[in-house]
């Protein structure tokens, strides 16, 4: 596994209880907000033991209520299982991808959440 491969798996995490670590990924572009370029099975990282104390980005996907949405799941996280820092990013619109994908990873969040308004 090469640096960069490590690196998606490291910034990915996942909060659904149906996704479970080991489930395999066949379509990175499904899971990569900025239009996956990477090909090839992937793995979803580990699930987080706890979210106390973590870092916590937020993609808004710049739909109705997206923003809303995130912020009101942010505060949540936050008073009932102790995130400790929460940033939100906005796209330029919802059809374009993220261009700062770079910028997210850069300030090494912990976990990364995205909703879709409407």
Not at 63 to 80: I, P, S
Request: charged fraction near 20%.
């Amino acid at each position: 596994m090469n640096a960069e491969n490590k690196m998606t798996m490291h910034m990915l995490r996942v909060l659904h209880p149906a996704v479970e670590s080991h489930t395999p990924v066949k379509n990175p572009h499904d899971l990569i907000p900025e239009g996956g370029k990477a090909q090839g099975l992937r793995h979803l990282a580990p699930r987080l033991a706890s979210l106390k104390g973590k870092r916590l980005a937020l993609l808004d996907n710049n739909k109705v209520n997206a923003r809303e949405l995130l912020t009101a799941f942010g505060k949540q996280l936050q008073l009932q299982h102790g995130v400790a820092e929460i940033k939100m990013w906005r796209k330029p619109t919802s059809a374009a991808p993220a261009p700062f994908i770079s910028e997210i990873t850069a300030w090494k969040p912990d976990l990364m959440l995205t909703a879709s308004g409407d």
